[in-house]
């Protein structure tokens, strides 16, 4: 079975950065779509950014400018860049991976809070 493991979360001050990563493994050989949701308590999970294997992207509008998905050249793991952090972006944040089959795999989730 495929794992995405999520990692570089943690507690930032507004105007900070954080970096995240999620690394897939298993039966996974690249992928279609790589994508970072996120979810804050008492909201619906929303797409933060996504990454076709071609390198399109897409942001959510409240990121737009402020963050940066990318990937390697394995096609196996994503990155998300956050910079400029709000108190906003405080969220439980899920790596999301359609692979070339049309399989959907989700991570574990790390916290990213923002706060003074």
């Known amino acids: 079975q495929v794992q995405l493991v999520e990692s570089g979360g943690g507690l930032v001050q507004p105007g900070g950065s954080l970096g995240l990563s999620c690394a897939a493994s298993?039966?996974?050989?690249?992928?279609?779509?790589m994508a970072w949701y996120r979810q804050a308590p008492g909201k619906q999970r929303e797409l933060v950014a996504s990454?076709?294997?071609?390198?399109?992207?897409n942001y959510a509008g409240s990121v737009k400018d402020r963050f940066t998905i990318s990937a390697d050249n394995s096609m196996k793991t994503v990155y998300l860049q956050m910079d400029n952090l709000k108190p906003e972006d405080t969220a439980v944040y899920y790596c999301?991976?359609?692979?070339?089959?049309?399989?959907?795999?989700w991570g574990q989730g790390t916290q990213v809070t923002v706060s003074s």
């Open positions: 298993g039966s996974m050989f690249g992928f279609r779509i």
């Open positions: 990454i076709t294997a071609t390198g399109t992207t």
């Open positions: 999301n991976v359609d692979d070339p089959l049309g399989r959907t795999y």
